[in-house]
């Protein structure tokens, strides 16, 4: 349900709203919490409404496996406030980068869900929309030039639109039909575009249907539930297949990514119960030649210490993480501890990750323990996720791990020069 209020909005602390006014509507939807929730009037600002959604998952919905891929919020957000346009009298509306903030969204993933949805929304429907897009790199790493030049390429590879000059600008198209083959001949290069192009419209609107399904299936915890989300998924990860076979037919070089040799290597980790261990994981890091990134080598600086360490994952090229027995220290903005924000970042921006555990059955001293109860239940938790996403490195004290992360570092710099 996304509710209408007239008043305005604050955003107290991590999942937490607290509307002012009174509400004036609400729009019945299956919405996922990380989605469109509320609108309210925009107060002093230049506009009618501001349309509220929230990006940022709790522990428990990141590692529970209880709502939709990243990507997939991305989307129905846009769809929703496109849907919500028309009911509120909007014939305008201006998306930031859904997502890309502190949920820690890949700016590319991001304007590859916006470009596809904004398209296929404004060629579906006859109710006439003006979008802007307001685009910063926070890292600065991108001008904005190079912002509006990577959305512009995504939207013509999301449906392999054409572009056209029309009045003095540059235009997107749907590709024609380009006339009919003769009998038993293939289509031209034109007739095939267009047919991919209507393919992918196709599997978009299969997609959507598939992803509000399972939406109301992970609501329901029967076993009959349980199944139809297993099915469901198997459905979703066709398409995503189809998708690609028909994108990489389009865009042929645009898939061809292979692996560069890493250069920089992010160790995450806490810091007082694995001084040793971070010592002998730098030691070998330098050894392969790698440049090591860690707290370390922090320098004091502006940003806040979640936003910076978020900042070091984004530009490193693999990342190192290593889980003890303790939590570690939480930043205030996101209620996740510094190690698990950083993995998280790893997780966001696709950045290869070698993860090492320590096992339950090392001998540690009770100051290497967590002893805060919520800390410890978190961290069982997110021990718990990177165990069964990733095949981990298990060590009991300092030496075993060195010996792990040489060996799987040499490996893994192998198998990118193959």
């Given amino acids: 349900m996304t509710e209408i209020f007239h008043g305005e909005a604050e955003y107290p602390g991590p999942s937490k709203w607290r509307r002012k006014g009174h509400r004036i509507g609400k729009c019945e939807s299956t919405l996922p919490r990380r989605s469109v929730r509320f609108v309210t009037s925009a107060n002093k600002l230049p506009a009618k409404y501001i349309i509220h959604a929230i990006t940022l998952s709790s522990i428990q ?15 129905k957000i846009v769809q929703r406030t496109m849907q919500l346009l028309p009911l509120l009298g909007c014939h305008s509306v201006a998306f930031p980068a859904i997502g890309t903030g502190l949920a820690g969204i890949p700016l590319d993933d991001v304007a590859k869900e916006m470009a596809e949805v904004l398209v296929r929304a404004l060629l579906d429907n006859m109710y006439q929309v003006r979008v802007e897009l307001y685009l910063f790199d926070r890292y600065g790493h991108r001008s904005k030039e190079e912002l509006i030049a990577l959305f512009e390429s995504r939207i013509r590879e999301s449906l392999g639109l054409l572009t056209a000059r029309k009045d003095g600008q540059d235009v997107v198209i749907a590709p024609g039909a380009g006339g009919k083959s003769e009998a038993g001949q293939p289509p031209s290069p034109e007739q095939r575009r267009r047919e991919i192009y209507e393919m992918l419209l196709h599997l978009g609107r299969q997609r959507d249907r598939l992803e509000s399904d399972l939406l109301a299936a992970l609501t329901n915890t029967n076993a009959l539930s349980t199944a139809k989300v297993s099915g469901i998924r198997v459905g979703l990860e066709e398409i995503a297949r189809l998708r690609e076979i028909y994108l990489r037919e389009l865009n042929p070089d645009g898939y061809q990514k292979p692996r560069v040799q890493p250069r920089t290597g992010f160790v995450s980790s806490t810091y007082g119960d694995l001084i040793l261990h971070r010592q002998a994981v730098m030691e070998i890091v330098r050894t392969l030649e790698l440049h090591f990134v860690g707290m370390e080598e922090f320098t004091p600086g502006t940003p806040a210490p979640g936003e910076y360490i978020r900042q070091r994952v984004e530009e490193s090229d ?21 190690t698990e924000l950083e993995y998280r970042q790893a997780v966001a921006s696709n950045k290869p990750r070698l993860m090492f555990v320590m096992d339950q059955s090392a001998s540690i001293t009770l100051d290497k323990l967590e002893m805060d109860a919520e800390g410890f239940a978190k961290l069982m938790v997110f021990r718990k996720h990177v165990l069964q996403d990733h095949v981990c490195g298990m060590f009991r004290g300092v030496d075993d791990l060195r010996a792990k992360v040489e060996k799987t570092l040499r490996e893994y710099r192998s198998q990118g020069s193959s």
């Fill in 61 to 75: 919905e990141q590692f529970q496996d209880t709502e939709l891929p990243n990507g997939a919020i991305v989307r």
């Fill in 318 to 338: 693999i990342y190192l993480g290593l889980l003890g027995m303790r939590y570690g220290s939480i930043d205030a903005n996101s209620g996740f501890s510094m």
